[in-house]
Nanobody, 118 residues
Framework: QVQLVESGGGLVQAGGSLRLSCSAS????????MAWYRQAPGKERELVAG???????NNADSVKGRFTISRDNAKQTVTLQMHSLRPEDTAIYYC????????????WGQGTQVTVTS
């Protein structure tokens, strides 16, 4: 099993910045891509950004140019740096990962709330 623990959420005004961190523990030898998802009230969970073990990233169009995902393989951490936050970024943000060769994310954190006020 893999345990994921997020931190760094909070309340910020529009235009502000926040940094989310996620630490993985447990049987992490075989984890591959790590990602951040978010879910706003009344909406489906959506992918925000992902990063492979080799450092290749992909971002949702809605956050390109504003959010940056990074990863420290030695520390088994993934970080989401968020700038120019908008009220529509308000959501619970979840860290997720999966094992090599698997298509679905099977390990999830408990989530951290990000609230952006206008």
């Amino acid at each position: 099993q893999v345990q994921l623990v997020e931190s760094g959420g909070g309340l910020v005004q529009a235009g502000g910045s926040l940094r989310l961190s996620c630490s993985a523990s447990g049987n992490t030898d075989f984890i591959s891509t790590m990602a951040w998802y978010r879910q706003a009230p009344g909406k489906e969970r959506e992918l925000v950004a992902g990063i492979t073990e080799g450092g290749t990233t992909n971002n949702a169009d809605s956050v390109k140019g504003r959010f940056t995902i990074s990863r420290d393989n030695a520390k088994q951490t993934v970080t989401l740096q968020m700038h120019s936050l908008r009220p529509e970024d308000t959501a619970i943000y979840y860290c997720a990962t999966k094992r090599f060769g698997r298509s679905n994310y099977s390990f999830w954190g408990q989530g951290t709330q990000v609230t952006v006020t206008s």
